[in-house]
């Protein structure tokens, strides 16, 4: 799970890079800062030092996520972040980061609800990352269902293992209601409400 979300978020950071025009230098900082930014965030929360500064491993993910985000952004051509193969792989990076991040929400015992909040903060902490270093108001802040498909996952996770399923399986649960979730919100476009205020009369 952790390997699937590390490479695919980190293409999808990349790509957001070579949309804004970084150099070579700046996509592979974005890249590798969405996805570990997540994780990194979830580790502080339960008093780990983080994966990626224990081991090379992360990073190797990471940047091989990069190196696939150059090569499809120059098969695709421009407006490369309009393309349909750029939500696929974001799907799954949050799907497979939501599951891993709630399964270290079950080890380290922690309450449901820090499962469901160290789930979703995997899942979408690279992304809110990368979108503030491109000065942009955060993509989960803003758009269709993002965060709460994490969310979904996460607590499915949770009752999976809290019903004495096994962690593969309460993993691949959690991981296929996130990413089916949010899939459909894609093809659909599902989004939560918005408040509205009315105009003075």
């Known amino acids: 799970m952790n390997a699937v979300g590390l490479v695919a978020f980190a293409t999808v950071g990349s790509l957001k890079a070579i949309d804004a025009d970084f150099d070579v230098l700046g996509v592979a900082v974005l890249g590798v800062l969405t996805a570990l930014g997540g994780g990194a965030t979830r580790d502080v929360l339960v008093g780990s030092v983080p994966a990626m500064l224990q081991s090379t491993t992360d990073v190797g993910f990471a940047l091989a996520g990069v190196v696939v985000a150059v090569v499809v952004a120059r098969r695709v051509g421009t407006e490369v972040l309009a ?33 469901v909040v160290l789930g979703t903060t995997t899942g979408v902490g690279g992304g809110l990352v990368s979108d503030v270093l491109l000065q942009r108001v955060p993509f989960v802040l803003t758009e269709d269902l993002y965060a709460t498909c ?52």
């Open 83 to 115: 393309h349909p193969v750029v939500d696929v792989p974001d799907a799954v990076g949050l799907a497979a980061f939501a599951a891993s991040g709630a399964l270290v929400g079950v080890g380290a015992d922690v309450s449901p609800f820090g499962v």
């Open 150 to 201: 994490a969310i979904a996952g996460s607590t499915v996770l949770w009752v999976a293992t809290a019903s004495g399923l096994g962690a593969t399986i309460a993993a691949a649960a959690g991981a296929g209601v996130t990413l089916a979730v949010r899939l459909l919100a894609i093809r659909f476009e599902w989004a939560l409400p918005t408040v509205r205020l009315n105009a003075p009369a």
